[in-house]
């Protein structure tokens, strides 16, 4: 089992960059840890994956370019630079951690509180 802590969030005007953390309770190697947000009143929707090597990332055609997902597997985190910031980015973002590669929340079995983040116009 791990337990995942976000922090980051906040808010910043449209065309800023926020990076988001993700602090797992232990090694997360094994994992596939995903990022995920869910805007009020819409579903949760993936944004980004990346494999606890790091040697696999995925994106979201919504985020493509202008977010990266990395990690620091010594510090056990897990990052999400957010770059170009749209309004239509506000939502919680959760981190989360899956023992497969996919895009569907239901794959992952851990998550994190989640942290907000607001894009202003």
């Known amino acids: 089992q791990v337990q995942l802590v976000e922090s980051g969030g906040g808010l910043v005007q449209a065309g800023g960059s926020l990076r988001l953390s993700c602090l797992a309770s232990?090694?997360?190697?094994?994992?596939?840890m995903g990022w995920f947000r869910q805007a009020p009143g819409k579903e949760r929707e993936f944004v980004a994956a990346?494999?606890?090597?790091?040697?696999?990332?995925h994106y979201s055609d919504s985020v493509k370019g202008r977010f990266f997902v990395s990690t620091n597997n010594a510090k056990n985190t897990v990052y999400l630079q957010m770059n170009s910031l749209k309004p239509e980015d506000t939502a919680d973002y959760y981190c989360?951690?899956?023992?497969?590669?996919?895009?569907?929340?239901?794959?992952?079995?851990?998550w994190g509180q989640g942290t907000q983040v607001t894009v202003s116009s």
């Open positions: 989360a951690a899956s023992l497969i590669l996919g895009t569907s929340a239901p794959q992952y079995d851990y």
């Open positions: 232990g090694s997360f190697s094994r994992y596939v």
């Open positions: 990346v494999t606890g090597s790091a040697e696999i990332t």
